[in-house]
């Protein structure tokens, strides 16, 4: 699987359901407004 960076609002990602503005995926972190709120090195 490659990196991916998905700007978007409301993403849901596997399990997880992250609602919010400005929502990055980057890599292996999930970046909301500039703030990690979860590192997901396994995907």
Excluded: L
Aim: proline residues 2%; aromatic residues 4%; hydrophobic residues 35%.
């Amino acid at each position: 699987m490659k990196p991916k960076t998905v700007i978007k609002s409301g993403v849901k990602i596997g399990k997880e359901c992250i609602i919010g503005y400005n929502v990055y995926i980057s890599e292996n972190k999930i970046i909301k407004d500039g703030t990690i709120i979860e590192d997901n090195t396994i995907m």
